[in-house]
C-alpha cells in the first residue's frame, strides 16, 4: 500500500466547478491526504519544517492544480521554491525525496485539440509541463505521467462528475498499488486508464 | 550687560563663521573695561559666578561618559591622550623651566598648556561635520583624557605651592575649608577620597532618588533635582577645599550609566550654555589689555610659540597613530590651543600660591588669543593647508568611524512601541527607545533595552538621543496630543527623519495627515481586519481569499482617509457623535461601490465560460 499525498493549490476555489469536484472526490479516501496550500498559508509564508515532514510520511506526492498560464498558481511555485532545500531534496546530500513517486492533476480551459503541435496552444500539454518533470528528475523522484482534465470552460457537469470519478478510482489504484509501475511508465497520460466518455 | 551683548555678538560672530565662543569672547573684550568700560570690577565676580557653568559643563562630560563608549576608544583615549598630555606638559614644563620659572611653576604651566578646550573643539567639529571622521574621533579621545586629566593636575596643584597664599587674591574660595592648613600630601590624599565618596554616594542615593523624582511626572522637580544634583556636589566640593568641577564630572560620569542620563543632559544643557557664555564673555572682559599693550612682542610670541609647539606634538602622535595626511592636519589644528580649564587652573593656581599674579594675568591673556584663533586657524588649515597637503583625495574609512547611534528611535514603549521595537530588535536593527514611564524604563533596561527615560516631544531629549544621525523616528507614545508637539519638534529641528506615527482613530489620522505625516498607523485597522478575517473564514470562506479581500479593504480605507481628510474643514463645528456617524455612512457608501464587482476578476472563469458557449453557438 501506498499513501499519497495531493498538494492542492487554487486560489480562489469557491469560483471553481472543476477543481472542486475533484478535490470532493478524493476528500474521504482513507491515506490519501490532502493539502490544501492557499487555505493552510494565505499569507505565502509556507511552514518549511512541516511540508518536509509531510513528503516524506507518503509515497505518492501529487501536483493538483489549474493551469494558469501554462503553470501552476503562484503558491504552487512558492512551495517548490523553499521546500525543495538544496542539500535536502537535490544536490550532493539531498536525497530525501528520492525512489518517491510525483505527477500533475491539472485541469486546464484549452482543450486536448489546443494542446497539439500546430494546435491554438502550439505544443503538446507535456512540453508546458516540462519543468515540473526535470524538477521531480533532480530531485530523484519518479515523475509519472498527468492526470488532466482538459476544456473545462465549456464541460457539461456529467462530465466533470465522471473525471472526478475516475480521478478517485486512480487514486485509489495507486494507494493500493493494482496498477504495476512498468505499466504506468508506458502511458503518456493517466486518463488512459481511466478514460471518460467525450461528446467529441 | 551681558545677556545684552551676548545676545549682539553670537550671532554675528556665527555669521562670520566665527563660532558662538569667539563671539562670547568678542562681546566680553568690548563691553569689558579695557574697551567700553561697561563693566568693570563686576567682571571678575560674575566670572565666578560663570565658573559654575564650567561645572555644568563637566558634569554634562562626565555623563557622556558611557563605559562602553570608553571601552571602544579605549586605545586612542589612554594612548593618544596620555602621550599628548604627558609630551606637551614635558616640552612646555622644560621650556618654563630653562626660561628662568621654578620647576614647580614651570610643571604647573606646562600641565595646564597640555590642555585644550573641550567647548570650542567639540562646538566646531560639529559645525563642520566632522565628529565622525578619524580626526573627529581621535580629538575627542584626547580631550577625554585631557577631562580626566584635570582631576590629577588638581590634586597635584596643592603640592606645587612655592608662594606663600595671599588672601586677597583668593576670591571663590574664600570660606574657611577643611583642608586649610592641612599639608600637602593630607590634601593630595582628601582629594581621592572625596571623589571616592561622590562614587559611592552617587550609586546608593542618587539613582533611587531619581527615580521618585521621576515617578512623580512633573518635569520641573527633575529639572530641580538636576540642578540640586550639580549644585550641591559644587557647594561640598568647595566646603571641602577641591575643585567643584571635578565633583560635577565624576558625578557625571556615576550617572552617566542611569536610565536618566539623556533626561538629566537635556535638563542641564540649556543652564551650561548660558553660564558658559557668561564664562566666556567674562574671560574676554578680564583680557589684560594694558598688560598685552606693554608687552605686545611678548604675548604675541608666546601664543605662536604655545601653538606651533601644541600642533607639532600633535602632528607626530597623529603619524604614530596612522592618521592621514588630512585627517592629521584636521586633528592637530583643532586641538592646538589650551582650554577653558585652562582658566580655572591658573586661578586654582593663583589660589594655592603656585604662580604669582602678572604671570598669571599674562598666561590668561595667552590662553584667551589661543582660543580666539582657533577658528581662523581651522578656516586657514581648510583653505590653504589642505589642498596642498592632500594631492590625491583620501578615501574615507567606514571602519574607522565609531557610530554609537541607532538608526531608529522609537519615542512610546507601551503596547504599541514595544510591538515594533521586538519586532526590529528580533531583526537586529538596534533602536534607541524613549519613555516616560520610569517604571517601564527600569524593567526594560534590565532586559538589555536601550531605553531612556524623557519627554519625547523635547528636542534636547531627541538632541540626545541621536536624532540627528538617526533615519527613522517612529512616534508611538499614547497622548495624541503629545504626538502632534512631537511631529511639529522633529518637522522644525530633524527634518531629515522619516517620522511613523500611530494614530488612535480616523481623527487623529486626520490631524496628523494634516500635519503632513505620510506614514500614519491606525491602532485598530489591521486589529480588526484580522478579526474580520478570520469570522469570514470561520464562515466557510477560503482563508486566501479572506485574506484578499482585507487587504483590498485596508487599502480602500486609506485611500478614503486620504480623500476626506483633504475635503475635511476642521473649522467646522459638528458634534463629535454626529460626525462620526455621517462618516461612516459616507465610508459605507464608498465601501458598497468600490466592491461591487468583487476583487481579483483574473481568478474568475465565467466570462471565459461565457465566451467559449458563444464560440460553440458560432461554429454550430
Known amino acids: 500500500m501506498s499513501r499519497i499525498l495531493v498538494l492542492f493549490a487554487h486560489p480562489a476555489l469557491e469560483r471553481s466547478r472543476v477543481q472542486h469536484s475533484l478535490l470532493k472526490a478524493i476528500a474521504a479516501l482513507p491515506d490519501v491526504l490532502i493539502n490544501d496550500l492557499y487555505e493552510n498559508y494565505p499569507d505565502f509564508d509556507i511552514d518549511v519544517k512541516r511540508e518536509k515532514k509531510l513528503l516524506l510520511a507518503h509515497d505518492i506526492i501529487i501536483w493538483q492544480h489549474p493551469f494558469y498560464w501554462y503553470s501552476s498558481p503562484a503558491l504552487l511555485k512558492q512551495w517548490q521554491d523553499l521546500v525543495l532545500e538544496h542539500g535536502w531534496a537535490y544536490g550532493k546530500n539531498g536525497t530525501a525525496l528520492a525512489g518517491k513517486k510525483i505527477f500533475n492533476v491539472f485541469t486546464s480551459g484549452g482543450s486536448s485539440k489546443a494542446y497539439r503541435n500546430g494546435g491554438y496552444n502550439k505544443y503538446p500539454v507535456q512540453e508546458y509541463l516540462k519543468p515540473f518533470e526535470q524538477t521531480a528528475n533532480l530531485c530523484g523522484m519518479t515523475y509519472w505521467p498527468p492526470f488532466w482534465v482538459p476544456g473545462v470552460h465549456r464541460m457539461e457537469i456529467s462530465q466533470i462528475d465522471q473525471y472526478s470519478l475516475r480521478y478517485r478510482e486512480l487514486l485509489i489504484g495507486l494507494r493500493d498499488e493494482q496498477i504495476p509501475e512498468e505499466e504506468i511508465l508506458k502511458l503518456s497520460f493517466f486518463n488512459h486508464l481511466f478514460p471518460v466518455n467525450t461528446i467529441e | 550687560m551681558f545677556l545684552a551683548s551676548a545676545v549682539l555678538f553670537v550671532p554675528l560672530a556665527k555669521r562670520f ?41 563637566l558634569f554634562l562630560i562626565g555623563l557622556e561618559l558611557e563605559p562602553k563608549l570608553l571601552w571602544r576608544l579605549r586605545k586612542s583615549i589612554i594612548g593618544l591622550g596620555s602621550l599628548q598630555v604627558i609630551l606637551t606638559a614635558i616640552i612646555f614644563g622644560g621650556f618654563f623651566f630653562f626660561t628662568g620659572f621654578v620647576w614647580q611653576q614651570a610643571l604647573a604651566i606646562g600641565m595646564i598648556f597640555s590642555l585644550s578646550s573641550t567647548a ?48 586677597n587674591t583668593n576670591g571663590t574660595h574664600a570660606a574657611s575649608t577643611f583642608v586649610d592648613g592641612q599639608p600637602g600630601w593630607a590634601q593630595t590624599l582628601i582629594v581621592i577620597g572625596s571623589v571616592a ?85 567674562a574671560v574676554g572682559a578680564s583680557i589684560d589689555f594694558p598688560l598685552i599693550a606693554s608687552q605686545p612682542w611678548v604675548v604675541v610670541g608666546w601664543v605662536f610659540l604655545l601653538i606651533i609647539i601644541k600642533a607639532l606634538v600633535l602632528l607626530l602622535l597623529g603619524r604614530i597613530f596612522k592618521l592621514s595626511a588630512e585627517q592629521n592636519f584636521i586633528f592637530s589644528f583643532s586641538l592646538s590651543q589650551v582650554g577653558e580649564f585652562a582658566f580655572v587652573l591658573f586661578s586654582f593656581a593663583l589660589q594655592e600660591g603656585i604662580l604669582p599674579q602678572d604671570t598669571v594675568n599674562l598666561m590668561i591673556a595667552v590662553v584667551a588669543i589661543s582660543m580666539g584663533l582657533t577658528p581662523l586657524i581651522m578656516l586657514l588649515n581648510e583653505r590653504l593647508i589642505l589642498p596642498r597637503v592632500c594631492t590625491e583625495e583620501i578615501e574615507r574609512r567606514p571602519d574607522d568611524v565609531i557610530d554609537e547611534k541607532n538608526p531608529v528611535i522609537i519615542a512610546g514603549f507601551g503596547h504599541f512601541g514595544n510591538t515594533v521595537g521586538r519586532f526590529l530588535r528580533a531583526n537586529n536593527v538596534q533602536a534607541t527607545y524613549l519613555d516616560l514611564d520610569s517604571d517601564t524604563v527600569d524593567v526594560l533596561r534590565k532586559m538589555g533595552f536601550k531605553v531612556f527615560y524623557g519627554d519625547a516631544s523635547r528636542h534636547e531629549l531627541l538632541q540626545s538621543a541621536g536624532a540627528s544621525e538617526a533615519k527613522i523616528i517612529i512616534i508611538a507614545i499614547e497622548a495624541p496630543e503629545k504626538r502632534l508637539e512631537m511631529i511639529e519638534t522633529v518637522k522644525k529641528h530633524f527634518p531629515h527623519l522619516h517620522m511613523l506615527v500611530r494614530a488612535s482613530n480616523r481623527y487623529d489620522a486626520y490631524d496628523q495627515m494634516n500635519a503632513g505625516m505620510l506614514h500614519v498607523y491606525r491602532e485598530t485597522l489591521d486589529t480588526s481586519l484580522r478579526m474580520g478575517v478570520d469570522a469570514l473564514t470561520m464562515l466557510g470562506h477560503r482563508a486566501y481569499t479572506a485574506k484578499r479581500l482585507a487587504r483590498l479593504f485596508l487599502k480602500h480605507d486609506e485611500k478614503n482617509l486620504k480623500k476626506l481628510a483633504a475635503i475635511r474643514n476642521p473649522e467646522e463645528y459638528i458634534s463629535e457623535a454626529r460626525k462620526f456617524i455621517e462618516e461612516i455612512e459616507l465610508i459605507i457608501q464608498t465601501d458598497r461601490q468600490d466592491f461591487a464587482s468583487g476583487p481579483d476578476g483574473a481568478w474568475d472563469a465565467e466570462s471565459l465560460r461565457q465566451e467559449a458557449k458563444s464560440m460553440d453557438s458560432l461554429a454550430s
Not at chain 2, 562670547?24 to 574697551?35: R, S, W
Not at chain 2, 579621545?141 to 585631557?146: G, P
Not at chain 2, 590629577?152 to 595671599?166: C, G, K, N, Q, R
Open chain 2, 197 to 281: 565618596s561622590i562614587i559611592v554616594v552617587g550609586r546608593i542615593l542618587l539613582r533611587p532618588l531619581l527615580r521618585i523624582v521621576a515617578k512623580t511626572g512633573i518635569r520641573e522637580v527633575f529639572t530641580a533635582l538636576a540642578l540640586l544634583i550639580v549644585a550641591g556636589i559644587a557647594a561640598l566640593m568647595t566646603k571641602v577645599g577641591l575643585s567643584p568641577a571635578l565633583g560635577a564630572f565624576v558625578a557625571g560620569v556615576v550617572l552617566a550609566n542611569s536610565e536618566y542620563r539623556h533626561e538629566l543632559e537635556s535638563d542641564i544643557e540649556p543652564f551650561k550654555g548660558l553660564l558658559l557664555g557668561l564664562f566666556f564673555i
Open chain 2, 17 to 57: 563663521g566665527l563660532g558662538s565662543v569667539l563671539g562670547y569672547l568678542i562681546a566680553g573684550i568690548i563691553i569689558g573695561p579695557f574697551v567700553l568700560g561697561l563693566v568693570g570690577e563686576e567682571g571678575q565676580d560674575i566670572m565666578h559666578f560663570a565658573e559654575f557653568g564650567v561645572v555644568m559643563m
Open chain 2, 120 to 167: 570650542i573643539v567639540m562646538q566646531m567639529l560639529r559645525e563642520k561635520n566632522l565628529m565622525k571622521t578619524v580626526a573627529g574621533q581621535s580629538s575627542f579621545s584626547v580631550l577625554l583624557f585631557q577631562d580626566i586629566a584635570v582631576i590629577p593636575m588638581l590634586a597635584v596643584f596643592p603640592l606645587l605651592a612655592t608662594l606663600s597664599i595671599d588672601t
